[in-house]
């Protein structure tokens, strides 16, 4: 398992901008992506090359209505930058949850095993950090 403390992601709504007939990157992603790469190789040197679990664990940074299913295509597009995943289509499973206490973000990457194909009922996952 791979545990990664991060920074919040930004919202699938604020990762790409449009203007002059193209899609872009806008800054606030690139710079989330920076920190997140430079904060993911003092965290681990690990890598899942094929199927895996994502557990994500958000901590509410206030007490605006959010959608937590617009924080994963950032983190998993993150985790394929750094390496850390070979290719977000080996995801198997997400769980993802709001948490009171903690770091912004925890991530946890959990590989399976080829012959496991009923993942659910051999992989334990804990959704507390």
């Known amino acids: ?22 899609v ?10 920076e920190e997140c790469s430079w904060m993911i190789k003092t965290q681990t040197k690990e890598s899942v090359p094929r199927d895996y679990i994502l557990q994500i664990a958000v901590k509410r940074p206030d007490k605006r209505r959010r959608d937590l299913d617009n924080l994963l295509k950032a983190t ?11 290719d977000d289509n080996f995801c198997r ?6 948490v009171d206490i903690g770091p912004p973000m925890v991530v946890k990457i959990f590989p399976l095993l080829e012959q496991e194909t009923e993942w659910w ?8 950090n």
């Open 1 to 22: 398992m791979i545990r990664l403390e991060l920074p919040l992601a930004p919202s699938a709504n604020a990762i790409w901008g449009t203007g002059r007939g193209r």
């Open 24 to 33: 872009y990157r806008t800054n606030i992603y690139k710079q989330w992506l």
């Open 76 to 86: 998993s597009d993150l985790l394929v930058r750094t390496g850390v995943i070979s």
């Open 93 to 98: 499973a997400i769980v993802a949850e709001w």
């Open 121 to 128: 009922t051999e992989i334990p996952i804990m959704f507390r």
